[in-house]
């Protein structure tokens, strides 16, 4: 799957962090890095951690979800 | 049949049948296809871009990519919306031909559209000498390519890494080598790293936080040379100070150049900072007259922005592209009065040892600054940038909530120095120089650039069209 987060609107409370630690990571206390491309068994939790931010910066592919609605 | 009518029945059926040509497949050219496609163009869409790769995201390449954490092959963007469109990757456009609407491609085969997008962006600025730029272990970096051929130097371990050139990319790098216990020397030509995007005051502040994490900084020098040994394998650098470096691996990290040169003699106002264009995204030609046809978006655009004067901003910034891109399209497909402005406040982070660096407005456009929270020595502060009496930017390290604060200040063109929000105020709240670098000394260029009024501007070469015989 592919996603991006947008860190200018990333404030840096890392509840994706707190959520998915493996895709998700704090340089510091605000510096967010996180892997583009997490392997899809991580869906679930990735959309987890997209949905528990609070300022909605993480966007995930929407073909990847229609692909797997159809499956 | 009224006009409107008429009019309303083309744009009908330009959205059925129109054809759209994108030149440039990176992020503001996959988002402005799909933002065509959510506009409703069903026309045919066709995305040409010089690297063979789908859209990738660059900013993670000199971070986590360059950790070694993620691999390059691993940034390709999230696809929003069904593209339906026609890929010619791996193939440049070098020619635009306006009066038969043509992009002519690298293999000779020419694209027809009836309008089209510029969205070619930049690329990064190589070392000026091209023998010492070919010895192995000399890099620039802008694409996944070049990520990936660093990653594996450093991996390789090199006894010292030469950076040049303090800006974020350079900044960054020294970041992730000290990040992986690699000796690193950073030259900057300016007193301090990232003096061009946020003036010396903020520059001293970066300076010790390169030192502090061990970074051998040394600003106000050049690189005169790089030498190399018998197997043509950089080993070292001459600096302007007659000292040496001995390196094995070497960033240039000289800025960007703005990929125009397909653009000659298509009669469009494309230099040095870009294409000009309004703040609806049509390309202006050499004449300052507005195109129809032609489109910018993204790190290639520069338009007037109301909030700077109406000077032309050119901004190598990821939300650029993506609104820049977002509105270019919506105006593609719709006519006056439904065109939309892209009058975005400029914003940028950049995480370095370990702070995340985050910035709204044109800090270059302040001359004055004044720290309104937090602690500097503690590295977790923010601060605003005035001109005038008036707010024109901030900045914050480790200090990304209060930005949006900052953002409606500047929006409203609110007094500086700014009421500080009533919380964690610093014991001086004084203005201060900002002191930017004078135009013309060389140094980092930083990302956002004031070019002036002229939509031609000064440095582009300008080429009178041939006289009708």
Not at chain 2, 299 to 309: F, N
Not at chain 2, 384 to 389: D, F, H, L, S, T
């Amino acid at each position: 799957m592919h996603i991006v987060v947008d860190l200018n609107r990333c404030q840096g409370y890392a509840q994706c962090v707190f959520l998915a630690h493996q895709i998700f990571r704090l340089s510091g206390d605000e510096a967010l890095t996180y892997e583009p491309n997490p392997d899809d068994a991580r869906r679930l939790q990735v959309q987890r951690a997209a949905a528990a931010c609070p300022v909605q910066a993480i966007m995930i592919d929407r073909q990847d979800d229609a692909e797997r609605g159809a499956a | 049949m009224t006009l409107s009518a008429t009019l309303a029945e083309l744009v009908r059926d330009f959205k059925a049948n129109g054809r759209i040509v994108i030149v440039g497949a990176s992020l503001a050219g996959l988002r402005a296809a799909e933002a065509l496609r959510g506009e409703g163009f069903a026309g045919s869409l066709t995305i040409i871009g010089d690297e063979p790769y789908e859209p990738y995201d660059r900013p993670p390449l000199s971070k986590q990519v360059l950790k070694g954490w993620v691999q390059a092959d691993h940034t390709q963007l999230p696809r929003f919306q069904e593209l339906d469109a026609d890929w010619r990757l791996g193939l440049a456009a070098v020619g635009l031909d306006r009066a038969t609407r043509q992009v002519r491609l690298a293999n000779g085969e020419q694209v027809p559209y009836d309008r089209l997008l510029i969205a070619t962006g930049t690329r990064a600025r190589q070392w000026p000498n091209p023998a010492e730029a070919a010895l192995e272990g000399v890099y620039s970096i802008r694409s996944r390519d070049d990520a990936e051929r660093l990653q594996q130097a450093l991996m390789a371990g090199p006894s010292r890494v030469l950076v040049i050139g303090a800006g974020f990319i350079g900044s960054e790098v020294a970041s992730v080598c000290r990040d992986l216990d690699i000796p690193v020397t950073v030259t900057e030509r300016g007193p301090a790293p990232l003096i061009g995007a946020l003036g010396g005051v903020i520059g001293e502040i970066a300076a010790e936080m390169q030192r502090d994490h061990g970074v051998d900084l040394r600003c106000r020098v050049g690189v005169s040379s790089l030498e190399g040994d018998a197997g043509g394998h950089v080993r070292r650098a001459r600096l302007s100070d007659g000292t040496t470096i001995e390196a094995d691996v070497v960033l240039a990290s000289l800025g960007s150049v703005r990929n125009v040169e397909w653009l000659e003699g298509s009669g469009l106002a494309a230099g040095f900072w870009g294409v000009g264009c309004d703040a609806g995204g049509r390309a202006f030609d050499i004449n300052g007259v507005t195109t129809d046809t032609v489109y910018v978006a993204g790190d290639v655009a520069r338009a007037p922005h109301v909030l700077y004067e109406y000077q032309f901003l050119a901004m190598e910034h990821w939300d650029n592209a993506v609104f820049g891109a977002e509105v270019a399209a919506h105006n593609m497909v719709n006519l006056e009065p439904g065109y939309r402005p892209h009058l975005l406040l400029p914003g940028f982070w950049s995480g370095q040892f370990g702070v995340n660096i985050k910035s709204v407005g044109v800090p270059p456009f302040g001359d004055e600054i004044v720290f309104t929270q937090g602690s500097i020595k503690e590295r977790r502060f923010a601060a605003a940038y005035g001109r005038r009496g008036r707010i024109v930017a901030a900045v914050t390290f480790d200090h990304g909530k209060w930005l949006q604060y900052y953002a409606e200040l500047i929006e409203r063109s609110a007094p500086f120095p700014p009421p500080p929000p009533g919380w964690d105020r610093p014991d001086v709240m004084k203005p201060i120089p900002a002191e930017f670098p004078e135009p013309g000394v060389p140094t980092a260029i930083p990302d956002v650039v004031l070019t002036g009024h002229d939509p031609n501007e000064r440095r582009a070469e300008f080429r009178p069209r041939d006289r009708p015989s």
